[in-house]
């Protein structure tokens, strides 16, 4: 087929059907020729190939993939066969080279291996993967955007202040989570003051009488809101389909395309989206993920993204931007029937 029948015109369309389902499930490299053809975009790639590309081992790399969700834990396959869709994790595969080490991190932001370990537990900061055995996990832009967001909420002073306390010295002492604090000033319900003296994340001061109420506040016994009576939070209902940036599903919501509700935590005293099991079976009812098309139909991911852009079907965009594998059920529903997906769970879906 490569030289053979090229000017047949009766072969053509097969040619074509051809090369697109061995373009969708081989991983072959743009500029390799495939059917007398160079091929101008790489679909998939294959763990061996992509960790060579990028310079790490491919045990590694398939760690940092099936965290990420390219694979099942328990998928088998040696690295030259476990396949993944190379636009989807073409970011990924970008940054993982830039990630650094703790020791860079902490340098980088000025804090102790405690401290950084804190603003992990409190979900400030976070690895970038939690795969195993992966020693370079940190974005040194998470770090030093914190440090920016921190610098552009506070107000600098040239000398310090009686009455005022590092983050984590007030942690120490008055046990409210770094979180709450840095919550609370987000909110413009704390303020924040900035040593001149002292450099990086350890600069950043609280009010002790502020963190003294802080503290009052969070220590009173409050009846549960029957909001979270119930509920999920909508965030890691996101997580849970497959929504890993938390951002785009709370945009859904915000768009009007996903039901929650609204309601103030009595902890943090900050919003946040609620979903009950009526929303969260009009979510299923109206859209698929890669995730919940894996529970439901009973086919691999690769297969799923193979067939749907063999059809054409568009993913589904937020105000002409891409959140993610995510589509209207209308559809895609009958393109996976067609192609032998099998259900295995009721549509309306649950928690």
């Given at each position: 087929m490569a030289h053979e029948f090229r000017a047949d015109?009766?072969?053509?369309?097969?040619?074509?059907e051809l090369r697109e389902c061995i373009l969708s499930?081989?991983?072959?490299?743009a500029g390799e020729v495939l059917l007398g053809e160079p091929v101008t975009e790489r679909r998939v790639y294959s763990v061996l190939e992509a960790a060579h590309d990028i310079g790490m081992a491919a045990k590694t790399l398939d760690g940092i993939l099936i965290d990420a969700a390219a694979f099942a834990p328990a998928d088998p396959r040696p690295h030259s066969r476990k396949i993944f869709c190379a636009v989807t994790?073409?970011?990924?595969?970008?940054?993982?080279?830039?990630?650094?080490?703790?020791?860079?991190m902490m340098e980088a932001i000025g804090v102790t291996k405690r401290t950084l370990a804190i603003l992990q537990e409190d979900g400030i900061l976070a690895p970038r993967t939690r795969a195993p055995k992966v020693i370079a996990r940190w974005s040194l832009s998470d770090g030093l955007a914190l440090i920016e967001e921190l610098a552009s909420l506070a107000t600098e002073l040239d000398i310090?202040?009686?009455g005022w306390l590092g983050l984590q010295e007030?942690?120490?002492?008055?046990?409210?989570?770094?979180?709450?604090?840095i919550n609370q000033v987000r909110a413009g319900k704390m303020r924040l003051r900035r040593s001149r003296e002292i450099p990086g994340y350890n600069a950043f001061q609280v009010s002790v009488a502020e963190v003294n109420a802080l503290a009052a506040l969070l220590d009173q016994s409050r009846p549960q809101d029957p909001a979270f009576t119930?509920?999920?939070s909508a965030a890691a209902f996101g997580r849970k389909v497959g929504m890993r940036d938390g951002g785009h599903f709370i945009a859904l919501i915000q768009a009007g395309h996903v039901t929650a509700q609204a309601v103030l935590n009595p902890k943090t005293h900050l919003t946040q989206f609620r979903m009950s099991d009526e929303d969260i079976a009009a979510f299923h009812k109206k859209f698929l993920t890669t995730t919940t098309i894996e529970e439901e139909f009973g086919l691999h991911r690769n297969r799923i993204l193979a067939i749907l852009r063999s059809a054409g079907a568009r993913q589904f965009m937020l105000e002409e931007r891409s959140i993610g594998p995510i589509w209207l059920r209308?559809?895609?529903?009958?393109?996976l029937v067609a192609n032998d997906g099998r259900r295995t769970l009721p549509t309306s879906g649950g928690h």
């Open positions: 015109p009766d072969f053509t369309e097969f040619r074509s499930n081989w991983p072959y490299a994790f073409a970011p990924l595969l970008a940054e993982i080279p830039t990630w650094v080490g703790p020791g860079e310090s202040a009686r007030a942690k120490k002492r008055k046990g409210v989570a770094v979180r709450d604090m119930g509920t999920v209308t559809n895609v529903e009958g393109i």
